[in-house]
Structures are given as C-alpha cells and as structure tokens.
C-alpha cells in the first residue's frame, strides 16, 4: 500500500513529464574532465546552458571523466538546445586540448 508521501511523488513526476536523459556514452568517448579545473569548468558550464535555455528544468546531472548525464524535464526541443549548447562550448575547450577528440550524444525520455 502506497503511503501519501508516495502517492504525491508519483502525481508530481507524472505533472511534470515528459523527462530527458540526456547523455554521452563513456565507452566511445574520451577524458572530458580529466583535472579538477575541468570539472569546475563542466559545472559552470552546466550552470551558464541552464540560464540561456530556462525552460527546462535541470533535475539532477553528474559529470564524470569521460562522460556526462543530464536528467531535464521540458519540450523536447529546449532539452535538445540546453545541450547543444553545453556540448557546442565544451568542445571549444576539448578540441583544443585534443583535436582528434570524437563527443556522442544520446537523449531519451525516461518513462
């Protein structure tokens, strides 16, 4: 049996669809924060993209050496352009450390 506080969780997440995984594959990508100046760099980043695409709602993220995974929840489109743009100004950085670098996506709606 469901206690309330459960039954508000489930009525929020269903009020607030669709959701976003937004993602990069680590085994196909290379080191993308390999300093810790590269991770504070990804998290100002990652704050900078949400103030230029604010209709979305930036659930959660983690940032990890060799990839990244955004949970959003808005139109499809704003999700698309948050990170297009993060991954547009990342890879000014990454491609001139590395110009060989390869950075894949993949976003998906979370049921």
């Not at 269903?14 to 504070?40: K, S, V």
């Not at 990454?94 to 110009?99: D, G, I, R, T, Y």
Request: charged share 20%.
């Amino acid at each position: 049996m469901k206690t309330s506080t459960e039954t508000l969780c489930e009525q929020a997440f269903r009020q607030n669809c669709p959701y976003w995984h937004i993602c990069t594959p680590g085994d196909r990508t290379g080191l993308i924060f390999p300093r810790d100046e590269d991770y504070r760099f990804g998290m100002t980043l990652t704050a900078i993209c949400h103030i230029l695409v604010p209709e979305i709602r930036l659930l959660t993220f983690e940032l990890m050496s060799n990839h990244v995974h955004f949970l959003v929840t808005g139109d499809k489109n704003n999700a698309k352009e948050f990170f297009d743009i993060f991954k547009k100004k990342l890879m000014r950085i990454v491609l001139w450390k590395n110009p060989q670098f390869v950075f894949n996506t993949h976003i998906s709606v979370v049921p």
